[in-house]
């Protein structure tokens, strides 16, 4: 090979790795949402505040952040935020038992109308924070020094999301935990007969739903290293397309998710040259609607889901 | 308790706890409750301008909260109202500028009304046929086509829009609604037009639709229970099919307010949440026609009260209340008949 061949080649490698970075970055998001969303709905509650919790989620970084200066105390609010909006999607939907649907859209419109009025409260701005700190980079050996790629393994909260992802598959499919939250999913009637709290359990995953969204919004807020009004800006809807086009699996939304992330990434490079833009924008609800369709494999969400538990109406 | 009293409980009790949040947050930003919440109530009622305002910002909710209503009649929740609504809209603007300079305006009007509600009415079935031929749940495919709307309208508009803009050509006056202004002065300076009517009679059409023909009977009969209405002899998948075609129609009725009665053209974004508004009216109006009419003045009354009192405290304290009275009016809801239940 001549001198001229390798070099072509090694650009061509390196765009490749930075299509591949741009990829997983875009999808850090969509992971953590799609993961939230699924150990919510496996417990049997709907759980289309994503959106909302993203919102909650990043500016509770960006004020920890701004006020105590520390990155790591960011996600920790973060993750309390997205917990606390979470609990409120429970005490809705199973404690009153009311729409899940409903509750979902509600908690994504007040988390609008909230971040905004904070923002002005405390930055008197209706668009954007102060800028804070971001979480410092991880130097792991030999990865940090990838060409194109190491970048991407010294960002904390990309590797915290492929823990996430392994993490949420072994909970949910092996462990105990995991086998009673999907059986309060599948039949509620017939765990309760078999002593599970299904109340409890359905809090558990709401409220574990809204604590690992909420690390989504923690990357949103330390990525940009600020709050800005709407940042979520429909990744939560996206998220939410990913656990469906993933069939309720923590490992096929993780792919879902960086289909779409790579769409998203192609949209970027492109600039609408092979593809218009707009198209390649709709393809993960496009993709969505066929998965729904049965048009690329029947998606089965849980038996349960959407569906308020009623002890008394079943005795 | 007499029989009008009982449905009025929970919406009440879901605006007096959405207020008492309200005040809590008032409270944080260093003024008095009830001094916001009297200058919201004196800023927006006090002038005729004001009413003007709220009737003209309640008329698309009128709409869409119909919309929302005749879905969940039929058992179908459209969170697609938004996306529908920008379709009709959309192609509202764009055959009426078409048309400007070939017809008489009030052809134009009718042409272009026309259109869009057909466009809306096609787009909303897709969800519905994606129901009753695949079982494939309304509620994420409606999500999904709010995004897929935005995206076609952003594709569609490279060619529609005016230049730099993203708007569709301006309507000449003759094509568009008279404004109420023009026939009672002290409203003038207020946008709110012709379309106030066509929202009243929207709701009569659907009050007499929904419990006055055979086809409304076979739509509740969907929504109370889809099996026996089978059993029953109605061909529920062609219910669901027709109903999201419906509400889509109606939907797309929040363009004629907007495109032939205030702005003349068509707006990216211009819709801003009118679709998930409609949820919250259709909720707090408790799924009847004469609920949404007071759902949607009351919505209507606290966005322009927003506005009034942003000297105060922000104007997004409205967005909070917003969406405390949708929360609570699903929860209020859900306990006052339980509670009525055990009783009986």
Request: aromatic share 8%; glycine share 12%; charged share 10%.
């Given at each position: 090979m001549d001198a001229e061949a390798l070099v072509i080649g090694e650009s061509l490698g390196l765009l490749f790795a930075a299509f591949v970075a741009q990829t997983v970055r875009i999808s850090v998001p969509y992971a953590y949402g799609a993961m939230g969303c699924t150990f919510s709905e496996r417990g049997g509650v709907i759980n289309i505040a994503a959106e909302g919790i993203f919102l909650h989620a990043a500016l509770a970084y960006t004020l920890a952040a701004?006020?105590?200066?520390?990155?790591?105390?960011?996600?920790?609010?973060?993750?309390?935020?997205?917990?606390?909006?979470?609990?409120?999607?429970?005490?809705?939907?199973?404690?009153?038992?009311?729409?899940?649907?409903?509750?979902?859209?509600?908690?994504?419109?007040?988390?609008?109308?909230?971040?905004?009025?904070?923002?002005?409260?405390?930055?008197?701005?209706?668009?954007?924070?102060?800028?804070?700190?971001?979480?410092?980079?991880?130097?792991?050996?030999?990865?940090?020094?990838?060409?194109?790629?190491?970048?991407?393994?010294?960002?904390?909260?990309?590797?915290?999301?492929?823990?996430?992802?392994?993490?949420?598959?072994?909970?949910?499919?092996?462990?105990?935990?995991?086998?009673?939250?999907?059986?309060?999913?599948?039949?509620?009637?017939?765990?309760?007969?078999?002593?599970?709290?299904?109340?409890?359990?359905?809090?558990?995953?709401?409220?574990?739903?809204?604590?690992?969204?909420?690390?989504?919004?923690?990357?949103?807020?330390?990525?940009?290293?600020?709050?800005?009004?709407?940042?979520?800006?429909?990744?939560?809807?996206?998220?939410?397309?990913?656990?469906?086009?993933?069939?309720?699996?923590?490992?096929?939304?993780?792919?879902?998710?960086?289909?779409?992330?790579?769409?998203?990434?192609?949209?970027?490079?492109?600039?609408?040259?092979?593809?218009?833009?707009?198209?390649?924008?709709?393809?993960?609800?496009?993709?969505?609607?066929?998965?729904?369709?049965?048009?690329?494999?029947?998606?089965?969400?849980?038996?349960?889901?959407?569906?308020?538990?009623?002890?008394?109406?079943?005795? | 308790m007499k029989r009008w009293i009982g449905p009025l409980v929970p919406p009440l009790i879901a605006v007096f706890a959405a207020l008492l949040v309200g005040a809590g947050f008032i409270l944080t930003v260093g003024q008095d409750p009830i001094a916001v919440y009297g200058a919201m109530a004196s800023g927006v009622f006090g002038s005729a301008y004001g009413w003007g305002q709220v009737l003209f910002k309640a008329t698309p909710l009128v709409f869409s909260g119909l919309a929302v209503v005749l879905g969940f009649r039929a058992g179908l929740f459209n969170i697609g109202a938004e996306g529908q609504a920008m379709m009709g809209s959309f192609v509202m603007g764009v055959t009426g500028a078409w048309l400007a300079p070939r017809l008489p305006g009030i052809a134009v009007m009718g042409v272009a009304s026309a259109a869009g509600i057909a466009t809306g009415a096609a787009y909303a079935a897709i969800p519905g046929v994606l129901k009753a031929r695949f079982g494939a749940h309304e509620v994420i495919n409606t999500i999904m086509l709010n995004f897929v709307a935005a995206a076609l309208i952003n594709y569609f508009g490279h060619a529609a829009f005016v230049h730099e803009t993203v708007h569709t050509p301006e309507l000449p006056p003759a094509a568009m609604l008279t404004r109420l202004g023009a026939w009672w002065p002290p409203l003038q300076g207020s946008p709110v037009n012709l379309s106030l009517g066509l929202a009243a009679l929207a709701c009569v059409v659907v009050g007499l639709l929904l419990w006055r023909t055979p086809f409304g009977y076979e739509l509740r009969a969907t929504g109370m229970n889809p099996g026996a209405a089978e059993y029953g002899g109605t061909r529920v998948p062609a219910v669901w099919v027709k109903t999201m075609a419906l509400s889509g129609a109606l939907s797309a009725l929040v363009g004629v307010n907007f495109v032939l009665g205030y702005k003349g053209y068509f707006e990216s974004g211009f819709t801003s949440g009118v679709g998930f508004l409609g949820i919250a009216v259709a909720l707090l109006g408790r799924t009847h026609p004469i609920g949404i009419v007071l759902a949607a003045f009351f919505f209507g009354a606290l966005s322009q009260g927003g506005l009034v009192i942003n000297s105060l405290v922000p104007k997004e304290l409205v967005d909070i209340l917003q969406a405390i009275v949708i929360l609570m009016a699903i929860v209020s809801h859900e306990t006052v008949e339980r509670w009525m239940r055990k009783r009986s």
């Open positions: 701004y006020f105590t200066g520390s990155a790591w105390l960011g996600v920790l609010a973060a993750v309390a935020a997205g917990s606390a909006t979470g609990a409120l999607h429970a005490l809705v939907t199973v404690t009153f038992r009311a729409d899940q649907i409903t509750s979902g859209l509600g908690i994504n419109l007040l988390a609008v109308g909230l971040t905004r009025f904070v923002l002005k409260a405390v930055f008197h701005s209706s668009s954007n924070s102060a800028h804070v700190a971001g979480l410092a980079p991880w130097n792991i050996p030999v990865l940090s020094s990838l060409p194109g790629l190491g970048p991407l393994f010294e960002t904390p909260l990309v590797l915290v999301a492929v823990a996430v992802v392994v993490f949420s598959w072994w909970l949910l499919f092996r462990t105990p935990f995991g086998l009673r939250l999907r059986s309060v999913g599948e039949h509620p009637e017939a765990a309760a007969t078999l002593g599970l709290d299904v109340s409890r359990l359905r809090y558990a995953g709401v409220l574990l739903s809204g604590a690992v969204c909420g690390l989504g919004g923690a990357w949103l807020a330390s990525d940009q290293r600020s709050f800005t009004d709407q940042m979520s800006a429909g990744r939560g809807y996206i998220a939410l397309a990913a656990m469906i086009v993933g069939k309720w699996n923590p490992v096929g939304a993780a792919l879902a998710c960086l289909l779409f992330g790579a769409a998203e990434s192609l949209q970027i490079r492109l600039q609408g040259a092979a593809i218009p833009n707009e198209f390649l924008q709709m393809l993960p609800y496009v993709v969505t609607m066929l998965v729904l369709a049965g048009a690329i494999g029947r998606a089965h969400p849980p038996a349960a889901v959407g569906k308020p538990y009623d002890p008394e109406s079943h005795g | -």
